[in-house]
Structure formats: C-alpha cells, structure tokens
C-alpha cells in the first residue's frame, strides 16, 4: 500500500521547536516535489513549505521563513520538516504531499495529518 505517514506532531509552548517527519512506505521517493501544508480550525489548508529532489530548491511561506527547514532523507524515504520559534499560530494539523514518480508512472498522494499545538 503506498501511503504517507507524519509523525513529530505534540504540544509545545511558545518559542518551542518540534520536528515532523514524513515516511513514504509502498513507493521509494524518485523526481519528487514534496510539501508540506498545514490546516488550522476554521481557516484553508495552506503550504508551508516544500523541496524538490531535481535541484534540491527549497521554498517557504513568509509566515514560516527564517523559522522552519524542510529537508530530505532519500535513504529513508523521508521528509523532514524542523520548526523553531513556534508561535500559538502556528498550530495546525501539519500534512505532508508527495508528487512524484512511482513503480506505475508519475502520482501524488497525501499523509493522514500531524497535530501541532502552541500554547501561549
């Protein structure tokens, strides 16, 4: 089964860091774009964050630069997102998204969700 799963998700005071990880299972990361995105009560999901294996360019929401890093792990199938100085907006269910190639051609796919909550 091919899926996605976060974890790194938690409670976490203000100016707190946590870090969220992104495993791919059924599927090994190849010429990939991987996001990450996040969904607060009431409001849209928006990105947050994304990376591309093709050139490894990494770009940011202004509301998180300077503060969070995403990064790759190929030999884990995985996606890293650290997140310093959160602040209480920052909480949110933190998804990853993985487009890429697969053993069946070229598709994306959706993690479950991660829980981050900052308290203030």
């Known amino acids: 089964e091919v899926q996605l799963v976060e974890s790194g998700g938690g409670l976490v005071q203000t100016g707190g860091s946590l870090r969220l990880s992104c495993v791919g299972s059924?599927?090994?990361?190849?010429?990939?774009?991987i996001g990450w995105f996040r969904q607060a009560p009431g409001k849209e999901r928006e990105g947050v964050s994304c990376?591309?294996?093709?050139?490894?360019?990494?770009n940011y929401a202004d509301s998180v630069k300077g503060r969070f890093t995403i990064s790759s792990d190929n030999a884990k199938n995985t996606v890293y997102l650290q997140m310093n100085s959160l602040k209480p907006e920052d909480t949110a269910v933190y998804y990853c998204?993985?487009?890429?190639?697969?053993?069946?051609?070229?598709?994306?796919?959706w993690g479950q969700g991660t829980l981050v909550t900052v308290s203030s």
């Open positions: 059924g599927f090994t990361f190849d010429d990939y774009t």
């Open positions: 998204h993985y487009e890429g190639l697969g053993s069946y051609g070229q598709f994306e796919v």
């Open positions: 990376i591309s294996s093709a050139d490894a360019v990494t």
